[in-house]
Nanobody, 116 residues
Framework: QVRLVESGGGLVQAGGSLRLSCAAS????????MGWFRQAPGKEREFVAA????????NYADSVKGRFTISRDNTKNTVYLQMNSLKPEDTAVYYC?????????WGQGTQVTVSS
């Protein structure tokens, strides 16, 4: 079992930045690909970013490309999401997830609110 705990969310003005963290316990994350997802009120959960187990490759949703950066530190069993130039439409609960073949493990989420 992998337990994931997100942190770093909060209230920020448009144009500001936040850095989310996802800390894992139970197993090392070094053999898992990791992803960030988000869910806004009344909307379905959507993909934000993902990173390979080694950190050597990453991909992003078009809506965040150039503004968000996913990274990981396997020595700390932690994955990060640096969010810059935040927009009100980025407001959502952000979740991290771990994947071997599918996203099997999910955190409880952290709220990000961007005011205009």
């Amino acid at each position: 079992q992998v337990r994931l705990v997100e942190s770093g969310g909060g209230l920020v003005q448009a144009g500001g930045s936040l850095r989310l963290s996802c800390a894992a316990s139970g197993r090392t994350l070094s053999t898992y690909s990791m992803g960030w997802f988000r869910q806004a009120p009344g909307k379905e959960r959507e993909f934000v970013a993902a990173i390979s187990w080694s950190g050597g490759s990453a991909n992003y949703a078009d809506s965040v490309k150039g503004r968000f950066t996913i990274s990981r530190d396997n020595t700390k069993n932690t994955v990060y999401l640096q969010m810059n130039s935040l927009k009100p439409e980025d407001t959502a609960v952000y979740y991290c997830a771990a994947r071997r073949y599918e996203y099997d493990y999910w955190g409880q989420g952290t709220q990000v609110t961007v005011s205009s």
